[in-house]
DNA sequence: CGTTCCAA
DNA sequence: TTGGAACGG
């Protein structure tokens, strides 16, 4: 999915307490509810369902992690995408064939009984439809959790929020926001801390990145580090084959971005990939102010909307509203 | 992913 | 009490 500049970042980021994080936090929606949708799926691959084969997976994930953010202080701030730039279109159409793809592959591997393979090619059939945005939204509203639309790309909404001080940080799995600028980003904020792949159970720890901590480690101005985004490939352009993160620091940091694109990419101009990432669209027009959890309404679409057991609901819904508003120790210091 | 269950 | 397995919808 995102920008693979994992390799040079990596030492440039910081493990995060928890303790550390309360307040607004911008929440890249698009990436949250992705991540949820691939991951909460039973063994086969089948999402959480209502009776209706209606898919709950999203819902399930908002419920119970925003439940344990208020119970922590971190109050987020759900940012949409809005409309997708003419130059994410090749993007959006390879990742349609690939979800295609995976969904026929899914079919056939549950078929013949293969689960492991069922799950995988599940997973790559995700989709963040129109109606799992909805939903999302319906219960972001119902749980008084404030929703930003974005004009644009989400992440850049975000980052400019973050940038503009009215977020404390951007909560995201990708590196893009860092591209767009957002100062401080927050990855693996999950409660569990536990994840596991490939049969093994890894501990991922929440980490922070701090933009202008890796620039200057990395001795490289912001554009430098969209330069290695464009080499290695973003949402907006397709990269130079071979090269990596490492390969595209080198490069930049001598100096041979654009002879490099030239002698790669000759009718490629990075111009306008650069600009979408320097100036994106981006709205003022938002508030990140919380409103009210409406209990009785989350009840009545969870429950009775989508099958949730009440017993579930009303502890998550316990560690939310007690908590809400409530100063924790930190902040008094 | 996050919660709950259950064997040790 | 703990942590891996099963469940949730």
């Not at 759900?78 to 690939?98: M, N, S, Y």
């Not at 080499?231 to 080198?250: C, R, S």
């Not at 990939?273 to 027009?285: A, C, D, H, N, W």
Request: with cysteine; hydrophobic share 40%.
């Amino acid at each position: 999915m995102g920008v693979a500049l994992r390799d040079i970042i990596a030492d440039y980021k910081t493990p995060v307490s928890w303790e550390a994080l309360p307040g607004i936090a911008a929440v890249d929606a698009n990436n949250t509810l992705y991540q949820f949708l691939t991951i909460i799926r039973q063994p086969d691959g089948t999402p959480l369902m209502d009776r209706q084969g209606r898919v709950t997976s999203h819902l399930s994930g908002i419920l119970f992690r925003i439940s344990n953010f208020m119970a922590k202080g971190i109050k987020p701030v759900f940012v949409f995408d809005g409309k997708p730039t003419q130059l994410k279109q090749a993007t959006i159409e390879e990742r349609r064939k690939l979800r295609d793809t995976a969904g026929e592959k899914w079919r056939e591997a549950v078929e013949r009984g293969d689960e492991a393979e069922a799950y995988k090619q599940a997973r790559s059939s995700t989709r963040v439809d129109d109606t799992i945005i909805r939903t999302s939204r319906e219960l972001l509203g119902l749980m008084g959790i404030p929703v930003v639309q974005a004009p644009g790309e989400g992440e850049a909404q975000a980052a400019f929020m973050v940038a503009r001080g009215d977020c404390l940080y951007v909560i995201s799995q990708d590196y893009d926001t860092l591209l767009f600028g957002a100062p401080t980003l927050v990855r693996n904020l999950t409660v569990s801390g536990k994840r596991k792949i490939r049969g093994r159970q890894i501990t991922v720890n929440p980490e922070r990145i701090v933009l202008a901590e890796t620039l200057a480690g990395l001795k490289l101005t912001r554009e430098q580090l969209i330069e290695i985004g464009i080499l290695v490939g973003t949402d907006f352009n397709p990269g130079v084959e071979g090269v990596g993160a490492k390969t595209g620091l080198k490069i930049v940091q001598k100096g041979e971005f654009a002879a490099k694109l030239k002698e790669k990419q000759p009718d490629f101009d990075p111009a306008p990939v650069m600009e979408m990432f320097l100036k994106p669209p981006v709205t003022t027009e938002y508030s990140v102010a919380a409103g009210h959890p409406d209990a009785e309404g989350i009840k009545k679409m969870l429950c009775d909307g989508y099958d949730f057991s009440e017993e579930r609901v009303d502890k998550a819904l316990e560690g939310f509203s007690v908590k809400a508003g409530q100063k924790t120790l930190e902040s008094w210091f």
